[in-house]
């Protein structure tokens, strides 16, 4: 709002795109997450497994850091293989796919703690309940924010209709 008030209009418009835009990358890789929990639980075909992964592309694959990863195997959250030869860490398939869960529930705000405790729940082969609750959780507060957007668009827009004898001081 002070950017509209300063007659930024343009900046303010940027935000609510960036907001939009976050939110469509927040539901894409929920739909992705979705496709390998599937995977999991044996209602979609097993992807063909490739080669070990070095942990730069994985990191580049998520959009963090590779120290993010080395925390998140700190932590409990993933625990990738080594190269025999350079001892470099390699993730496996599963490694990723822990990695995109991981990822996605960060992204939710849960802890690493949390996330470890739901990934060894998922590998331990007790199902993939935890998850599939942290993920329907995860689609609601998707849902709220994208109402909440388009709310304050509407909002945006009534106010910028306004005559300017009746808009707030300062406009």
């Known amino acids: 709002m002070r950017a509209v008030h300063r007659g930024d209009i343009d900046t303010a418009l940027r935000v609510i795109d960036e907001g939009h835009a976050l939110l469509r990358?927040?539901?894409?890789?929920?739909?992705?997450?979705?496709?390998?929990?599937?995977?999991?639980?044996?209602?979609?075909?097993?992807?063909?497994?490739?080669?070990?992964?070095?942990?730069?592309?994985?990191?580049?694959?998520?959009?963090?850091?590779?120290?993010?990863?080395?925390?998140?195997?700190?932590?409990?959250?993933?625990?990738?293989?080594?190269?025999?030869?350079?001892?470099?860490?390699?993730?496996?398939p599963d490694d990723v796919r822990d990695a995109e869960l991981a990822h996605l529930l960060r992204r939710g705000g849960y802890r690493l703690d949390h996330i470890a405790d739901v990934l060894r729940r998922v590998r331990a082969a007790g199902g993939a309940a935890p998850l599939a609750a942290s993920l329907h959780g995860w689609r609601e507060r998707l849902t709220v924010r994208g109402r909440h957007l388009l709310t304050g668009a509407a909002r945006l827009a009534a106010y910028l209709d306004l005559p300017a004898e009746t808009a707030l001081p300062g406009r």
């Open 25 to 92: 990358r927040d539901r894409e890789t929920l739909d992705a997450v979705e496709t390998a929990v599937a995977v999991l639980t044996g209602a979609a075909p097993e992807p063909r497994r490739r080669a070990g992964v070095p942990i730069g592309a994985l990191a580049h694959r998520l959009g963090v850091r590779p120290a993010t990863l080395r925390k998140w195997e700190r932590a409990g959250v993933l625990g990738p293989g080594r190269d025999l030869a350079t001892r470099y860490r390699v993730y496996s």
